[in-house]
Structures are given as structure tokens and as C-alpha cells.
């Protein structure tokens, strides 16, 4: 029988190679924190986890060069990807989802009903946002990212760093513009006069930013008792919640011109 002589690793592609480490640098500051920005990053330590975890060696020669020009082009690339990562997908997945059967059953027959659905929508929606929020790494780094764009001077290639947060803020807000015009459509309101939809999403976007820092990313948060049921019954909200329900109440307001579900 033959000896079976394994087969070298085909090589990889310069956005494989790309994608690969920028993952893996990704990973090294959601655990070690981002500091005093990707300084701590090394082509060393990239190398040495990217072996440990795929058992693939990759040296200078595949990379400098071929995909970055030096470890500077390199940390700016990483910091890059995580400012473009404001679209809190998951956030606003799991705001839905919980928001789903509050929708599916509002009384939308009459106008108190309706706005008693849109109260009901800041006390479930902004709980869970909130939570989502403080709970994913992912929103600590790009927070980090954030402070280091407005505090530090930022030349050359880091200038594409600030682009991208503002880039993926944007992509955010128009995400839950189509959030909120949807609500809208389902409970017959509309923005109240001369305030606009984006105002509200932007004051959103910024109050919940807020929120999460003031926690300092702990989850557990303060409950607020509130005769707010259907018929008077206490139910449980949080400070967000709060929040967000006066500035719903301010800025939607009944559509006389709607016509139904």
C-alpha cells in the first residue's frame, strides 16, 4: 500500500486572506477591549491565532504587500470594518420579534386603542432594544471606535474611518425609517407638523446610544411599576421605555385621513 502524502493547502485569495484576518483581529479586541484604538494588534499574534484556530500558517510575505501595505493599513482596515457595523441587526431583529404580537393583536378600531398600541410598542420595543444593545460586543467595539473618531485627530487613510461610521449610522437610520413608516401604515398615524420621521429615528438612534453608555454595558436594568395596561393594571418598563413613549407621543399623532387595516 502507498504512502498517502497530504496535499498542499491551495492558496488563498487576497480577500480571503483579507476577510480572514480582519476576522481574526475583530476577535482580539472584543476580547482583550479596543484601548487606545488597534494598537495592540500585530501581524505576530494575528498570524499565531489565525494557526491555532483554521491550522493555516501565514507569513509576511502572503500579506504585506499583497493585501496591506504595512500593519498600520492593517489596523486601519480593522477599525474600519467594525465603524461599519452600526446596523445592530441583531438589535433590530429581536426588537421585532418581540413587537410581533403586540402588532398582530392591536385594537386599531379606535383611535385611543391605537395609540394605547404605539405607548405599548415604547414600553416592549424599547426594553428589548435596549437589552439587545447592551449585550452585544460587537456595539462596545464600535462605541470605542466612535469615541476615537470625535476625540483624536485623524489623518491619512483614518480619515475612511469616521466615513464609515457615519456610512453605517446612515444605514441604520433608514432601516428604521422603514420600521417606523410601517408602524404608521399599521396604526393610521402620522409625524406631527413640522417634525419629520428621520428626526425621530436620529433622536431614537442617540437617546439609545446614551442609555447603553449610562448603563456602562450592564444588562440588568432598573424597573419602573405603571398603570399603563389596557384597563388601568401595573405593568413593568424600563427608564428607555420611558423615554421612548414621550418622545413617540410627541412626534406621532392620529391620521384622520386613514382608512383602515
Known amino acids: 500500500m502507498g504512502t498517502d502524502v497530504p496535499r498542499p493547502r491551495p492558496r488563498r485569495s487576497q480577500d480571503e486572506l483579507r476577510s480572514l484576518l480582519i476576522d481574526a483581529g475583530r476577535v482580539i479586541l472584543e ?30 510575505a502572503s500579506v504585506i504587500g499583497r ?103 446612515e444605514q441604520l437610520a433608514s432601516l428604521w425609517d422603514e420600521v417606523f413608516t410601517g408602524v404608521c401604515a399599521l396604526l393610521g398615524l ?15 438612534s442617540a437617546m439609545v446610544e446614551g442609555s447603553a453608555l449610562r448603563q456602562g454595558g450592564d444588562p440588568s436594568l432598573e424597573v419602573i411599576v405603571r398603570p399603563t395596561g389596557p384597563d388601568g393594571e401595573s405593568q413593568e418598563w424600563t427608564l428607555f421605555g420611558v423615554c421612548m413613549e414621550a418622545l413617540a407621543l410627541r412626534f406621532f399623532e392620529i391620521d384622520p385621513d386613514w382608512t383602515g387595516p
Open 67 to 169: 493585501v496591506w501595505d504595512n500593519l498600520e493599513d492593517y489596523r486601519t482596515d480593522v477599525l474600519i470594518d467594525i465603524a461599519s457595523t452600526a446596523d445592530s441587526a441583531a438589535e433590530l431583529s429581536r426588537t421585532l420579534e418581540a413587537l410581533s404580537p403586540l402588532l398582530g393583536s392591536a385594537d386599531r378600531s379606535t383611535p385611543e386603542g391605537r395609540m394605547w398600541a404605539l405607548c405599548e410598542m415604547a414600553r416592549l420595543g424599547g426594553g428589548e432594544a435596549i437589552r439587545a444593545r447592551l449585550e452585544t460586543r460587537e456595539w462596545s467595539l464600535w462605541i470605542g471606535v466612535w469615541v476615537l473618531s470625535v476625540t483624536t485627530t485623524l489623518t491619512g487613510r483614518q480619515v475612511e474611518v469616521r466615513d464609515a461610521l457615519l456610512d453605517g449610522l
Open 190 to 204: 402620522r409625524v406631527r407638523a413640522p417634525l419629520s420621521l428621520r428626526q425621530f429615528t436620529v433622536a431614537v
Open 31 to 60: 476580547e482583550d477591549g479596543l484601548g487606545i484604538g488597534a494598537g495592540d494588534l500585530s501581524f505576530k499574534r494575528i498570524y499565531a491565532d489565525v494557526e491555532m484556530s483554521t491550522g493555516s500558517r501565514i507569513t509576511n
